[in-house]
Every structure is written in C-alpha cells, then in structure tokens.
C-alpha cells in the first residue's frame, strides 16, 4: 500500500506541535519554581526585618499607627499650617518640620495664629475680644 507524503505532514505537525507544548511546559514550570524561591526569599527577608525589632519598637510603631488611624489634626509649627490626621500624604510635605498631633486646634483668623488649648483659646477671644473670629477644629 502507497501512502501520499502529503498524508503524513498533518501526523508530522502533531508530532512537532507535542514536542513544542512539552517543551514550553518545562519553561512554565522552571519559571514557577524561580517565583516560588524569589517570594520565599522576600518572606524570610520580612522575617529577619522583623526578628531584628524590638518589642519595644513595635509596640512604638503600632502605637503610631493607632494614633494615626484614631484621627485629629496635626499642626505644623514651622509652616503655621494644620491638616487632618488621617491625610497622609500631606505630612510627607512637612517632612522634618515641627509638627504635632493634636486633638483639637482653635484658629483666630484675625490674628493669622493657631490656640492649642480651650483655655488658650478662650483667654484669646476674652482678652483681645476676638468672640467671633476663633474657630475651633477637631473633637467637639
């Protein structure tokens, strides 16, 4: 029996084809074991960061954390400015400034200046009759 050698090309390209999607296997799965030992890597690198802390530390920076996340304004004393707490992004600004973590601030636009404490704030508007100027910003 004659067969054509154009009859056998499709069992040729099945042949070769198999041959490829095996050899692309090996790639994928070589490619996923370098992942696996980069991403373990990285785990252990986050361990040893951590290992190397403290308690002291991380109590200290959890804290931060929870003071940030519980709101309040921040003051800038070197800019004169104030910003809400849970606005990060304008901190990274004040970067090295004086800033401090307040739960509330009163604000005299007359005077262009910042109260920290009620009773600052109401000695402020007592004594220079500011009554309706002082704005009070934070916690009521």
């Known amino acids: 029996m004659r067969?054509?050698?154009l009859a056998l090309l499709p069992i040729a390209l099945c042949t070769f084809a198999s041959f490829a999607n095996a050899h692309f296997t090996d790639n994928v799965g070589t490619r996923e074991i370098h992942a696996r030992s980069f991403h373990d890597g990285l785990a252990l690198h986050q361990r040893d960061i951590l290992?190397?802390?403290s308690t002291r530390e991380l109590i200290d920076a959890l804290s931060e954390q929870l003071e940030r996340r519980?709101?309040?304004?921040v003051f800038c004393k070197t800019c004169n400015k104030h910003w809400d707490a849970n606005r990060e992004a304008e901190g990274?600004?004040?970067r090295g400034h004086d800033t401090n973590l307040l739960k509330e601030l009163w604000y005299c636009?007359?005077?262009d200046k910042y109260l920290e404490t009620s009773s600052g704030a109401n000695a402020h508007r007592t004594l220079r009759n500011h009554k309706n100027k002082v704005v009070h910003f934070g916690a009521a």
């Open 70 to 73: 519980e709101g309040g304004i």
């Open 51 to 53: 290992a190397s802390l």
């Open 109 to 111: 636009s007359k005077c």
């Open 3 to 5: 067969v054509p050698l």
């Open 92 to 94: 990274f600004r004040h």
